[in-house]
């Protein structure tokens, strides 16, 4: 989906924290594939991910592999950012996808729909920890008032809770239990040939139909 994507001037950074080593199907010059073990949270990935990021980059946000974005994603949360002149910037409401496949769309308190400056990144950071690694940042932009909600933004992401196709130990489902990330990295070793590989336009065209309420 990333490369999919509309928006030219992008780079995504992936963390693989598995045991098992993988790689990119080629080279590509805007996709880092970083193999690395021993982080002790989902927050902790985060704070390593943001050594890695270019100093120049303007804008910052989240690619979380099971969720949906659409082909416009990135191109539409850019210019949310510049069209409310803050320091982030989110759409009212995004769409959420059920275990079930049913889809909805909600009022929007999903991180992974933001986009945010990177400078607030590079400031604040992230907490070391499962669900909550992102409120450092969160925290600070709604304390200064620097979030623009845009009521007409276009909802351009699906947080995908389960797949009963394809069963996944999400650490947000046990971010209760100190063993989360352990038991989430124990049930996470199926990786196929271990080669990451870009879907064609055929196989992405029914995902991006299942990630938008159709009702």
């Known amino acids: 989906m990333f490369l999919d994507q509309t928006y030219p001037d992008k780079h995504l950074l992936i963390i693989q924290n598995s045991d098992v080593s993988q790689t990119l199907d080629k080279q590509y010059d805007n996709i880092t594939l ?5 982080f002790s949270c989902v927050g902790d990935i985060y ?21 949906i974005y659409q082909r416009d994603h990135i191109e539409q949360g850019v210019a949310g950012l510049k069209r409310g002149g803050l320091k982030a910037y989110k759409p ?12 909805t769309k909600i009022k929007n308190v999903l991180e992974p729909s933001w986009f945010v400056r990177y ?28 979030v623009f909600e845009d009521p007409k933004g276009p909802a351009t992401f699906t947080y995908t809770w389960g797949n009963p196709e394809r069963p996944t130990s999400k650490t947000t489902g046990l971010a209760d239990k100190p063993e989360s990330f352990s038991i989430h990295r124990e049930r996470s070793q199926d990786h196929g040939d271990q ?15 299942a990630g938008k309420d159709l009702a």
């Open 34 to 38: 970083i193999n690395k073990t021993g």
């Open 119 to 146: 400078d607030v990144i590079k400031e604040q950071g992230f907490n070391l920890a499962h669900a909550s690694s992102h409120l450092k940042w969160i925290n600070w932009c709604l304390h200064n008032k620097q």
């Open 195 to 209: 080669i990451i590989t870009p879907w064609t336009p055929e196989q992405l065209a029914p995902v991006y139909l």
């Open 92 to 103: 009212e409401y995004s769409y959420f996808k059920h275990g079930d496949n049913k889809v």
């Open 47 to 67: 704070m390593y991910a943001r050594e890695h990021i270019a100093n120049d980059t303007d804008a910052f946000c989240v690619y979380d592999d099971d969720d």
